[in-house]
């Protein structure tokens, strides 16, 4: 069974520049989850989809984040435009119960 | 408002002894706790997990404790093997929007290293 894919890796930006990360959960997982990582803490949630409805965004910076996950599968998050606090590991899951599968992330570098 | 914490940043242990990582919650709604495990340049991978309705989890060399009253739980690793060495998050999942899967809310983590 594949697991949960993300690209890119690494990315590397200046402030105020845009950046968008994919995702494609573990098949038939309807739910899927993307989480940020700062370093030294845990991941914390951004935003949360039940297929391709958004069950959970409240810690979702609204302003500079967007999510979105069409025909219930795949998913993008975008940031724009990108602070210098927005550098951290971006996590996609995906779930069919309480146990959540990881991708290997996205580090987010923004200079 | 951390409801699950991690209070050790880092444990050192020796290769064949035991490694007990504890983690604290303050949320009493929390039914069911995950212990993950990440390695560097890698998502977290699930471990073990453990149900309010017990007391204690075994797989392998890792056992899940839960001490309810105290809102705590450890995990322990029994022997510990250098191929141990990795960040361990404990987390529990809250339920939203009607679902009965909602978002996992982790600690901060703790770095665990074996020594051969």
């Known amino acids: 069974e594949a697991g949960v894919a993300q690209s890119p890796r690494y990315k590397i930006i200046e402030k105020r520049q845009s950046v968008a990360f994919w995702c494609n959960p573990i098949?038939?997982?309807?739910?899927l989850y993307w989480y940020q990582q700062i370093l030294g803490q845990g991941p914390k949630l951004l935003i949360q989809?039940?297929?391709?409805?958004?069950?959970?965004d409240s810690q979702l910076p609204k302003d500079r984040f967007s999510a979105e996950r069409l025909k219930g599968v795949d998913s993008t998050l975008k940031i724009q435009p990108a602070k210098l606090e927005d550098s951290a590991v971006y996590l996609c899951?995906?779930?069919?119960?309480?146990?959540?599968?990881f991708g290997p992330g996205t580090r987010l570098t923004v200079l | 408002d951390q409801q699950v914490k991690q209070n050790s940043p880092s444990l050192s242990v020796q290769e064949g002894r035991i490694s007990i990582l504890n983690c604290d919650y303050t949320?009493?709604?929390?039914?069911?706790f995950l212990w993950y495990k990440k390695y560097p340049a890698e998502g977290p991978t699930f471990l073990i997990s453990i149900s309010s309705i017990k007391d204690k989890n075994e797989d392998g060399r890792f056992t899940v404790f839960l001490n309810k009253s105290a809102k705590h739980l450890s995990l322990h690793i029994v022997p510990s093997q250098p191929g141990d060495s990795a960040v361990y998050f404990c987390?529990?999942?809250?339920?939203?929007?009607?679902?009965?899967?909602?978002?996992?809310?982790f600690g901060q983590g703790t770095i665990l290293t074996v020594h051969p």
């Open positions: 949320n009493s709604m929390f039914d069911y």
């Open positions: 098949s038939g997982h309807a739910t």
């Open positions: 989809f039940q297929n391709n409805g958004v069950v959970d």
């Open positions: 899951a995906s779930s069919l119960d309480r146990s959540q599968f």
């Open positions: 987390a529990a999942p809250s339920n939203a929007g009607g679902t009965s899967y909602g978002k996992l809310t």
